[in-house]
């Protein structure tokens, strides 16, 4: 037999149809075609929504492995890490002016932020809808593990990023909190008697990786690179690029507790 991607969806149809016409108590069942009429599809397309969940990311994910390359310069001293905090100000001043880098990587950052939880939320409100079977009454659906572990590690993380800019950003939160002094407030943020600082780094650094290691996992899917020969390699590739990558980011503040720099 011939398929065409039309004829695949509709007798694809045709058996949710037939599933799910009778209910639990075979009473019948609310059904909802998975291929909506053209006046009812969506005004962005799913595939759209997918292209800036994944640009979104590769501007995030870049940003991370420079910003944790960073970090390490902590390693070298108080010089190397305070004069690199000056160095990215002044990059391209005579370009962008004075800071004007940092500012256009946080616009960037910014509008990948948004246009990421954006396009996420929405993608997952329409999958809940489009669910065809609806169940017994009372009967809440929760969602799968997978989809309740990215929405809640995406919230920490956008929680954590919050706290963290007052933190050592603006200072606000830091108990040195001064302007490009990095080291110190690096050193001064992360002591024994501020255990629960470090912690809750730690605890957001998991949460990065869990969301990062299944959102490069997805891409792949996607991108259709996943076959089954491929997917333990592909899955090992995610998970080793989000290891190095918080490994890479949590020695600096454990370090910093434990005295090591
Ligand atoms: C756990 C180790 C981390 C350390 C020690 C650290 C350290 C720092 C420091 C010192 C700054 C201020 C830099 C400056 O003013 O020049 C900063 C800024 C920032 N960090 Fe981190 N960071 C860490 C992890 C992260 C993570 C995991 C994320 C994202 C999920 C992140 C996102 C940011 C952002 C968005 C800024 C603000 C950049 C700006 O607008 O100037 N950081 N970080």
Do not use: C
Not at 43 to 54: E, Q, R, S
Not at 87 to 114: H, Y
Request: proline fraction near 5%; glycine fraction near 8%.
């Amino acid at each position: 037999m011939h398929w065409t991607v039309g004829g695949l969806s509709s007798a694809l149809s045709g058996v949710v149809t037939q599933v799910s016409s009778k209910g639990a108590a075979g009473k019948p069942a609310a059904v909802k075609s998975p291929n909506p009429p053209a006046a009812k599809r969506p005004l962005i397309p799913a595939v759209l929504l997918k292209f800036v969940i994944a640009v979104s990311a590769v501007v995030l994910v870049g940003y991370l492995v420079v910003h944790m390359i960073g970090n390490l310069q902590i390693f070298f001293g108080r010089d190397a890490i305070d004069g690199y905090a000056v160095w990215l100000r002044t990059l391209l001043a005579p370009v962008l002016g004075n800071e004007g880098l940092v500012w256009a990587v946080r616009a960037a950052l910014t509008i990948s932020v948004v246009g990421h939880i954006w396009a996420a939320t929405l993608l997952a409100l329409r999958a809940k809808k489009a669910r065809p079977v609806k169940y017994a009454a009372g009967n809440k659906v929760k969602g799968s593990y997978t989809t309740r572990t990215m929405r809640w590690g995406g919230v920490i993380v956008l929680l954590f990023v919050i706290y963290h800019i007052l933190d050592l950003t603006t200072g606000t939160l830091n108990p040195n909190g001064e302007h490009l002094a990095v080291y110190d407030n690096v050193t001064a943020d992360f002591t024994p008697e501020r255990w629960y600082v470090t912690l809750f780094y730690v605890l957001a650094l998991v949460s990065i990786f869990f969301h990062l290691r299944h959102g490069l996992w997805s891409a792949t899917q996607t991108l259709g690179w996943s076959t089954n020969r491929r997917e333990p390699i592909l899955k090992a590739i995610a998970t080793t690029f989000s290891g190095l990558l918080v490994v890479g980011f949590l020695i600096v503040p454990i370090s910093a507790t434990f005295g090591w720099i």
